[in-house]
């Protein structure tokens, strides 16, 4: 296994249009996390998953943002009608019940023009 | 990220030892983190400590956790210009979903 994978890792896009990101965790590991940074920031929650099923939602995720988990393997994040003020690094992160840690991808970075 | 605070810069000479501080405000945090961002990549897990520890030792790396004053602090010796990169403290409260905070990180510069 070769950790976690986000594709693409850049994506630009025109305000108004609706970008999907994909995200692929260590295969054992039934927890996934969705996370935001945004320059000179730390990362931001945004949401998280077990297995299949979508168990908390931070208030940054407006309703433009929908997640889904359909098989409890890989994810998807799909932004709606971009804004500006989407352009971040979109991190995913994957963990096992119980562990303490969790292990990063390198992350999809947004760029709204 | 207001939970956990951070200076956002640390500059020290390659060989020398650094040290990063952290305060974070809730009480009730379980488990502390430091993790390490170079440019351009994601966040790797460096060391983490349980909120009933006082110290944890890592090679190179130490962390101390003062929880009286919640603060927490990663040191790291023999300090080397691959070690440059963004820190982040982080805490979570532990429970089912370990879902950490993190503070906006320090940027570690080493030079020669």
């Known amino acids: 296994d070769t950790g976690v994978s986000q594709d693409p890792r850049h994506k630009i896009t025109k305000r108004g249009q609706n970008v999907t990101f994909r995200c692929d965790p260590i295969?054992?590991?039934?927890?996934l996390y969705w996370y935001r940074q945004t320059l000179g920031q730390g990362p931001e929650f945004l949401t998280y998953f077990q297995n299949e099923a979508q168990l908390e939602k931070s208030r940054l995720l407006s309703d433009r943002f929908s997640a889904e988990r359909p098989k409890g393997s890989f994810s998807t994040l799909e932004i709606q009608r971009t804004e500006q003020g989407d352009s971040a690094m979109y991190l995913c992160?994957?963990?096992?019940?119980?562990?303490?840690?969790?292990?990063f991808g390198s992350g999809t970075r947004l760029t709204v023009v | 990220g207001e939970d956990v605070e951070q200076s956002l810069f640390l500059s020290v000479r390659e060989g020398d030892s650094s040290v990063i501080n952290c305060t974070y405000t809730?009480?009730?945090?379980?488990?502390l983190y430091w993790y390490k961002q170079e440019p351009g990549a994601g966040l790797q897990l460096l060391t983490y400590?349980?909120?009933?520890?006082d110290m944890k030792q890592d090679q190179r790396l130490t962390v101390l956790l003062n929880k009286k004053d919640k603060h927490l602090s990663l040191r790291i010796a023999d300090t080397q210009t691959g070690d440059s990169a963004i820190y982040f403290c982080a805490e979570s409260m532990g429970g089912g979903s370990y879902i950490p905070t993190f503070g906006r990180g320090t940027s570690l510069i080493v030079h020669p």
């Open positions: 992160a994957s963990s096992t019940i119980g562990s303490s840690g969790y292990t």
């Open positions: 295969s054992e590991h039934n927890r």
């Open positions: 809730d009480s009730s945090s379980t488990y």
């Open positions: 400590i349980f909120s009933n520890m």
